[in-house]
């Protein structure tokens, strides 16, 4: 199920800027991509005319479906009270056994805080630390199996990304990220 899924929700895909990305690590999924505005989603079907967009609305007739969701820079658009709603919102969308990954601004990193002060899509959003998404998480059906900081080194640098896996316990990365795997038991 990690290596080869069969079916990837890209959740709050915007216009899909991660879709080649997830196409290569994942060439033959069958990838699935959601977003609250349908003017990202019609954008993103007509760039990538193989991925299957999803309304909001239509995400309950996939309960239990996908090997893998992925969320990137999402829930700090989400008012703080109703992030452990989408969690929940979230977990139903996944398979027993199935994986999330979510990847997050970190708001311990000062170029991070201030490319998000300087974005007019980010204006008025709160950053979510690292601990209030893994406290968010451990209240929905999915254990936590791996976390980290990356981004630590501006893409000109990009030599220097293969060293990033031993300082993801620093708190210093441009983001981090969290996955988890839903329990089967609930």
């Known amino acids: 199920i990690y290596k ?5 929700l890209d959740f709050g895909s915007g216009i899909g800027l991660c879709i080649p990305f997830i196409k290569e690590y994942f060439p033959t999924a ?3 991509a959601t977003d609250t ?14 991925i299957n967009t999803l309304k909001t609305n239509d995400l309950h007739d996939y309960k239990n479906y996908f090997d893998l969701i992925i969320i990137v820079g999402v829930f700090h ?3 703080k009270k109703e992030r452990l709603n989408l969690m929940k919102e979230i977990e139903i ?9 979510i990847f997050e601004h970190n708001p311990y990193n000062f170029i991070t ?9 980010d204006d008025g959003v709160e950053l979510i630390k690292m601990k209030e998404l893994k406290n968010i998480i451990n209240k929905s059906n999915i254990r936590i199996i791996d976390k980290g900081f990356t981004l630590f080194f501006p893409s000109i640098f990009f030599f220097l990304r293969k060293f990033e896996k031993y300082l993801k316990l620093l708190p210093l990365g441009g983001q981090y990220y969290i ?3 839903k329990n089967e038991n609930r």
């Open 93 to 101: 969308l996944l398979r027993n056994k199935g994986k999330i990954i």
């Open 77 to 79: 658009h989400v008012i």
């Open 37 to 50: 505005s349908e003017k990202s989603l019609n954008y993103l079907s007509k760039k990538h005319k193989d």
């Open 4 to 8: 080869s899924p069969k079916n990837i």
């Open 30 to 32: 069958k990838i699935y």
């Open 179 to 181: 996955s988890g795997l």
């Open 113 to 121: 805080k201030r490319l998000v002060k300087m974005c007019p899509y």
